[in-house]
């Protein structure tokens, strides 16, 4: 027995970037907010090559998941080309081994900014959310201290009065993104900005979304099946963005969450948000046999 | 020497609030010895005194935002059991956001400043679990009225309001749920005279229309014989002489409610 | 005769502390008055005749003595019971009719004096209605009643003051100088009601300026001059 049979061989770094340790206290924290869906777990965010806030949160989480046979999907606003996306993509594929794809079908971990995709996800997905400002109380209540008890109290009589006032000023409730929704009908998160169209996509989901702020150390969850609600008044439905009715001009796709591009003579054309989606709906037109998944919603609309 | 009062043999119903041997130190400053206070349901207690004697304090600890060194508080309603003051934090919150209102002097306190007036109200009503627009804003609106806030400024922010108004939407608010207890502390303290005179109407009308019981705080006495139906006096700490409204103010018996009565006569 | 009052020993004085010094307004009174008796109380000025009123009232604290009140709730003592059951009292059985007006700001002469009504528990209307009445009949003016009495002249005021004293019977009421500088229509209503609720068995005890006004109604005197040991003189019932 010598000393070179017992220890590991030399590497420049750990298995995923991040150490064991830092890995263990994401699984335990994680594991803590599966257990209490969208309470907000504090953990000691590491560094990773990468500035605060472009997505060091959900990047940890990723890291920490990844295994070499996870085929990973990186997607930022919708989009998996974007620049910040594909350097997530590249630099997950190179410190763990791990396989990468577009297709949301083919993943089996998505890494998000501001979306989710429009296939619906399934069991065996994990949906990793980054996350600028996990704290839905932060505009009515700038002292953390007194927001952590009104979380602890299930006081939050005045996240309804912010949708009361922009009611009574503006006619309707103006939250666009990071609509505050009630979680297993106990906690109020912010689901990440994420526009009003997704999220509920993540009412009664069938696959696990972790969300994740680095910039700001908080960890929280939406467990498979859990409930998943916007605050909304009894008598004021909740309503999302107006894209049911809009057709991708490049795609042909209709029905889906769409990017306006304004043109030269004030109109707007559109094209899907989630491009992925976009490109598999080109190949299909142009004949390909392409796996289109179901999507969450239907003609526009999202089933009950 | 001055007869001790029997205890109550015609009213039968028991007191609405039971404040008793209630002290509370500041390191070695003594704001409240021994506080005793009791008042019936549809009755107006009126605590009067100078500025340090404790009778914001005792308010303060009325509306559950400070707990006594000792001490012990009751209220006789329906599922409210037990010595108030050992409530946690939660059971706190839910039972001052249903069963109690508080005007305070200063708005800020009482108000969000930059909401609309109607939402303060609404407010309470949120806390309380209504969650249906078209009625928080009906019932905003009939607690403005009560308080005889002019409706067309329903939506206005209260920073943008009189002293008058705004006390009128902390008193909205305080009313909202139709609390068992009204609490007011110093609530025309700063307002011109004929706007006092407008807010202790209104509050007198309250106390007519709805019978709400009130316990109310002034160093003014002119207020407090407007309202009260019984006076506390207080004097660093202790109370020094409690009674019926006109007996305090015609037959003060203590030294210090003598000098108080005199001085505003 | 049923007694309403028994007063034994009652005695009451002032503490100036300011002064550090008390003085005595009466000692030691004891007399009784029946349902439906009025009794006057004479004496001269300072001989305590409304201080003897107001501590009946429990406007001041009697220093000793009883004062035993058959009310509809068993015999209770004036003088040592709660404050809560003298305001119920107070607005159930016991009235007190002066001279003075508490006016309030902004609030009407129909309303102000409708309100003993109200706290009665009779209905809004109802009771305004019984209250125009009482206005018109002490004499008030049709367009004064939606008026605020603030603003009202001395005379006015007082005939206000005196509707709302009187709208309800009582068991038992005080009246101090209710007919000072009255008009002699309001003076005969006044005489007219106090006889009414006499004759409906109210007891009375009154400080009259003028006792003529009142005199077929007096059943008895008292004085209350101090150097006199009190007496009660009795007068034959007014023919």
Known sequence: MSLANLTKPWAPMSYGFLDASAKRELRRKMIKAVCVPGCQMPYASREVPMARGWGTGGLQVSLTLINPAMRVKVIDQGADDSVNAASIRRFLARVSGAPTTLDTLDADLIQSRHRIPEEILREDQVLVLQVPNPEPLRSVQPNMSIARQMHGDADYGRMWLQLYEQIVRSGRVMQGASYPSMVNGRHVMTPSPIPRWDVPKLHMARHLTILSAGREKRIFAVPPYTRVEPLVFDDVPYRVEDHGGLTCYRSGATGFFMNEIPQGDGTSTYEVSDSEYGVKAIRARDGEVVAMGETWYKDGKMPQ | ?265 | MTPVLDIRGLTKGFTMHHLGQGFAAFDNISFTVNAGEFVLLKGANGAGKSTLLRTLYRSYLPQAGAVLFQSAHGQIDLARAADIDITHLRQTEIGFVTQFLVARPRVSAEVLVAEPLRLAGVAQDEALKTARHWLQTFGVKENLWPAYPTTFSGGEQQKVNLARALIRPHKLLLLDEPTASLDATARAALVQRLSDLKAQGTAMIGVFHHPDDVEHLIDRVIDLTPDIPLQEERQDVAV
Do not use: W
């Open chain 2, 1 to 265: 020497m001055t007869l001790t009062l029997d205890p109550p043999r015609i009213v039968k119903t028991a007191p609405l609030v039971q404040v008793r041997g209630v002290s509370k130190s500041y390191g070695r400053v003594v704001a409240l010895r021994d506080v005793a206070a009791t008042v019936y349901p549809g009755e107006v207690l009126g605590i009067v005194g100078e500025s340090g004697s404790g009778k914001s304090t005792l308010l303060r600890m009325m509306n559950l935002e400070e707990t006594p060194d000792t001490g012990s508080y009751t209220l006789d309603l329906p599922d409210v059991d037990g010595n108030l003051f050992a409530l946690d934090r939660f059971a706190r919150r839910m039972l001052c956001a249903t069963r109690i209102g508080i005007v305070y002097q200063n708005p800020h306190l009482g108000l969000l400043m930059k909401h609309s007036s109607s939402g303060n109200v609404a407010e309470r009503l949120l806390v309380a679990g209504e969650r249906r627009f078209a009625v928080l804003r009906e019932k905003a609106k009939d607690a403005l009225a009560a308080s005889e806030f002019p409706l067309e400024r329903l939506d206005a922010p209260p920073i943008e309001l009189s002293g008058g108004m705004q006390q009128r939407v902390q008193l909205a608010k305080a009313i909202a749920l139709e609390p068992a207890l009204l609490l007011l502390d110093e609530p025309t303290t700063g307002l011109d005279v004929s706007v006092q005179a407008l807010v202790l109407d209104t509050l007198k009308r309250l106390q007519r229309d709805r019978r709400i019981t009130m316990v109310i705080v002034s160093h003014d006495l002119g207020v407090i014989r407007t309202l009260a139906d019984r006076v506390m006096v207080m004097r660093r700490g202790e109370v020094v002489e409690a009674g019926l409204a006109d007996q305090i103010f015609q037959d003060p018996q203590h030294a210090y409610t003598q000098q108080l009565v005199h001085a505003k006569l």
